[in-house]
């Protein structure tokens, strides 16, 4: 009986390796994921580090406090102006960051954006 069981077995196995695909087109893809994945993880590991996140950090308190000084009226158009600028390149390095973050952490998987620190970035950003 095991002996027949075995043959089967064998039967089976044959079958389904000739009907099986080539496997090299699955090897390309696999090879280009992986890539994507470590480049993915090098850009996580990057933002991770303490001098990023110190950096970013420092931006966002010069963005605040810029943002304070615009509200005097006593300051010169230009002064204003400039403060303007400077808050909308923090604008876009924050959006930058926050989407490089969101690649990084899972190829723009939706359950990142439910996490607490992702949602301060989307504020941030804005």
């Known amino acids: ?5 075995q ?3 064998d039967i089976d196995n044959e079958q389904i390796i000739k009907s099986a695909p080539t496997a090299a087109p699955t090897i390309a ?3 280009q994921n992986n890539i994507g994945r470590k480049r993915r993880m090098q850009m996580y590991t990057y933002l991770s580090q303490p001098i990023v996140e110190v950096q970013v950090i420092t931006l ?8 304070a000084i615009n509200t005097l009226d006593d300051l010169p158009i230009i002064i204003h102006d400039g403060i303007d ?7 876009y390095i924050f959006a930058v960051e926050f989407i490089l973050r969101w690649w990084s952490a899972g190829r723009f998987q939706l359950r990142y954006l439910a996490k607490p620190l992702a949602s301060v970035d989307a504020v941030r950003s804005y």
């Open 85 to 91: 600028v400077v808050d909308t390149i923090c604008v």
């Open 7 to 9: 043959k089967r077995a």
């Open 60 to 67: 966002v308190f010069i963005s605040c406090f810029l943002q």
């Open 1 to 5: 009986m095991i002996e027949v069981l």
């Open 29 to 31: 893809i696999t090879k």
